[in-house]
């Protein structure tokens, strides 16, 4: 159970263009979502925090207009990564807090994104 | 704000030996939770174990044991007959008042090598 998928797992994209990244709870209903962005060698950094069906909370520093979030279901949530630049490349992880026991996030297996 | 501090970016271990990875957090908080992630090659974050700060006890998981000092704010992970599928980077991770949506805060990771 508890099982959190994401696509794409990776996506190379043009500078300029725009992507989307889907993270689905597959056996469970998340009131919350949350997106952190990962470097190579280091920790997750929080994002943003997506509760359904009303507006996303970012976290300093991350660009509201640039990393659009959206919940618009129980199970589903996306990122979008608008007018992607080469520094927006990284490793996007997303996790889901079930509404059974709101004590444990569980994990999408991430998506690499690499933008030229 | 809560910080999470692992001193050790990199521990390596004998296959079949004990290791044990250190946390050590910062709160004003009187309840919470305390996580252990692992995060494999695949970088697919999976829960090890958890613990809730109003729990005594320290939490077990098979070979994963946690020694878990409320009054010295550490928060470390023995991991018992070590294998070769063990090998990740280990990141400790506190979560403020159960109950709620709440976000995560990592520690900057820990490497963890299996040697054969």
């Known amino acids: 159970g508890a099982v959190v998928s994401q696509h794409p797992s990776w996506v190379i994209c043009k500078s300029g263009t725009s992507v989307k990244i889907e993270c689905r709870s597959l056996?469970?209903?998340?009131?919350?979502m949350f997106w952190y962005r990962q470097f190579p060698k280091q920790s997750l950094m929080l994002m943003a925090t997506s509760n359904e069906g009303s507006k996303a909370t970012y976290e300093q520093g991350v660009e509201k207009d640039k990393f659009l979030i959206n919940h618009a279901s129980l199970t589903l949530s996306t990122l979008t990564v608008t007018s992607a630049h080469p520094e927006d490349s990284s490793f996007y992880i997303c996790s889901a807090q079930t509404t059974a026991t709101t004590d444990t996030q569980y994990f999408g297996p991430g998506t690499r994104l690499t933008v030229l | 704000a809560q910080t999470v501090t692992q001193s050790q970016p990199e521990m390596s271990v004998q296959e079949a030996e004990t290791v044990t990875l250190s946390c050590t957090y910062d709160t004003s908080e009187s309840d919470y939770y305390l996580f252990w992630y692992k995060q494999p090659p695949s970088r697919q974050m999976i829960l090890v174990i958890r613990?809730?700060?109003?729990?005594?006890q320290n939490a077990t998981e098979n070979r994963f044991s946690v020694n878990f000092q409320k009054a010295a704010k550490s928060f470390s992970l023995k991991i018992s007959d070590s294998q070769l599928g063990d090998a990740a980077m280990y990141f400790c991770a506190y979560r403020r008042t159960p109950g709620s949506a709440r976000q995560l805060t990592f520690g900057s990771g820990t490497q963890l090598t299996v040697l054969p």
């Open positions: 056996d469970f209903q998340a009131t919350t």
């Open positions: 613990q809730e700060a109003y729990k005594q």
